[in-house]
């Protein structure tokens, strides 16, 4: 059975269109998109309407996490010595407790505008190291958590095999993490063979320092041309660069490109230390981009080269990776802050003349590049995507008495407090009024966990 809903205005083809119909089929997807069309008959939705976004990578664990790495405890405080602090967390974890923690973000993603998760997961085994009796255990309690919220899943077991590029083997605090080409693959295959409703997986590679030429070799095998996404983590930092070119004799991005071939399945994670040929090669390719600008701005990780790769038409998704922020109004405004800040100017994403509009151009560049890292077709308000939107509250802060066409503008740049009204995944609601429909009870189960993970600390 059909649903009908109705939009005065709708972000459609990268515009606002006035009059829009929006008819959602049996299965949950987009049946007709009917512009200038009347509201006859159709559920009337209360304000601006957009398309939502894929988040492109998480890691849901560390929703525990955000918020208590903020003091520094040494001179050299950066991305290494959070990820020390962050083991510690990751040590503890159980499969109930994991649950409960993604649940909560995954609730908060729903509220912030995403309606699909990446989830780059590597935290697979008991504690010992050891595997659980069913060793998708934690994949499973991802499973859960998004069907708790009602939020889309791609799950991305991760190869996880050394602690640096010389290194043979993992370190002690890693052990919940190791696994190889084979393990990934069988894990992959089993949440697909499950068909859960609004869950799939692809394959996920930590980053050519924890997989080497040999492990990326063999899980290409077992991936072949099967039409699964694969993510990597590549050029976070500087002494990851360093310790590649020491390596290899070349750049992540270059040594990816010339040894690996990557194609458009391929999603490399942060990219945020290039040089132009790097990105000129990653173009050639057709893989896409996942940037993270709230976490990198956490970690000091620096900013990438945002004019280079908009230029290059690489396709860019955004990220919450390590959950310090979960909107995407907030994700793509520290995009182009970060860019301003570091570049001395403004409207850094913009393209004058042709899209002069920075949120619009980033905007619209996430939902053209929502579909590939979730392993989709396609994605937005478009015939054949999953009914997934959002609707603007028109009395919200940033919205208030603005011209309709500076709807974007004033959600992603000029909001305070909560701008999305209702969210819907396959025609579904999942938020209303500002508010998830279950937060209360998703919100108490997390604050136990909570309590019982960091109570001794208080």
Same mark, same amino acid.
């Given at each position: 059975m059909s649903r009908i809903f109705?939009?005065?205005?709708? %972000?459609?083809?990268?515009? %606002?269109?006035?009059?829009?119909? $929006?008819?959602?089929?049996?299965?949950?997807? %987009?049946?007709?998109?009917?512009?200038?069309?009347?509201?006859?008959?159709?559920?009337?939705?209360?304000?601006?309407?957009?398309?939502?976004?894929?988040?492109?990578?998480s890691h849901a664990f560390q929703r525990a996490f955000a918020g208590l790495a903020e003091?520094?405890?040494?001179?050299?405080?950066?991305?290494?010595?959070?990820?020390?602090?962050?083991?510690?967390?990751? $040590?503890?974890?159980?499969?109930?407790?994991?649950?409960?923690?993604?649940?909560?973000?995954?609730?908060?993603?729903?509220?912030?505008?995403?309606?699909?998760?990446?989830e780059f997961h590597y935290l697979h085994h008991a504690a010992d190291g050891t595997a659980h009796a069913d060793p998708y255990a934690m994949s499973w309690a991802l499973a859960d958590a998004a069907a708790d919220a009602g939020l889309g899943l791609t799950v991305l077991p991760v190869l996880y095999a050394h602690a640096g590029f010389a290194q043979p083997g993992l370190r002690a605090e890693q052990r919940r993490f190791a696994t190889d080409a084979d393990w990934v693959w069988r894990a992959s295959r089993a949440v697909n063979a499950a068909r859960r409703p609004l869950v799939n997986a692809g394959v996920a590679l930590h980053s050519l320092r924890a997989a080497h030429a040999a492990d990326v070799d063999a899980l290409k095998a077992h991936v072949g041309d099967a039409d699964l996404p694969i993510h990597i983590h590549i050029a976070e930092q500087p002494q990851e660069v360093a310790d590649c070119v020491k390596a290899t004799g070349q750049r992540p991005m270059d040594y990816l490109c010339t040894r690996f071939a990557p194609d458009a399945r391929w999603q490399l994670v942060h990219a945020t230390h290039s040089v132009p040929a790097e990105i000129a090669a990653v173009a050639r390719s057709g893989a896409g981009v996942v940037l993270c600008p709230g976490t990198e701005a956490n970690l000091g990780d620096g900013a990438c080269d945002l004019p280079g790769w908009l230029a290059a038409s690489v396709p860019l998704s955004i990220g919450s990776d390590s959950q310090v922020t979960r909107g995407v109004a907030e994700e793509l405004r520290w995009l182009e802050y970060g860019q301003r800040l570091a570049r001395g100017q403004r409207n850094i994403a913009a393209a004058p003349g042709?899209?002069?509009?920075?949120?619009?151009?980033?905007?619209?560049?996430?939902?053209?590049?929502?579909?590939?890292?979730?392993?989709?077709?396609?994605?937005?308000?478009?015939?054949?995507?999953?009914?997934?939107?959002?609707?603007?509250?028109?009395?919200?802060?940033?919205?208030?008495?603005?011209?309709?066409?500076?709807?974007?503008?004033?959600?992603?740049?000029?909001?305070?407090?909560?701008?999305?009204?209702?969210?819907?995944?396959?025609?579904?609601?999942?938020?209303?009024?500002?508010?998830?429909?279950?937060?209360?009870?998703?919100?108490?189960?997390?604050?136990?966990?909570?309590d019982a993970l960091w109570s001794a600390s208080r």
């Open positions: 109705f939009a005065e205005r709708a %972000w459609v083809g990268g515009a %606002w269109r006035r009059g829009v119909r $929006l008819t959602v089929g049996a299965d949950g997807g %987009w049946q007709a998109i009917d512009i200038g069309a009347p509201a006859d008959g159709a559920e009337r939705l209360a304000g601006p309407v957009l398309p939502s976004l894929v988040d492109a990578h003091t520094r405890e040494r001179a050299d405080d950066d991305f290494w010595s959070w990820r020390e602090r962050m083991y510690g967390l990751a $040590l503890r974890l159980t499969p109930e407790q994991l649950h409960a923690i993604a649940a909560q973000l995954y609730v908060e993603l729903l509220e912030g505008g995403y309606t699909q998760v990446c042709r899209e002069p509009a920075s949120a619009a151009r980033l905007f619209e560049a996430c939902v053209q590049a929502s579909a590939a890292p979730a392993g989709f077709a396609c994605w937005g308000l478009a015939v054949g995507a999953r009914a997934d939107f959002l609707v603007l509250d028109p009395q919200a802060s940033g919205l208030l008495g603005l011209p309709a066409e500076h709807a974007l503008d004033g959600w992603i740049f000029a909001s305070q407090g909560q701008a999305i009204r209702d969210v819907y995944v396959a025609g579904a609601p999942r938020v209303r009024g500002g508010r998830h429909v279950d937060a209360a009870a998703v919100a108490a189960r997390f604050a136990a966990v909570m």
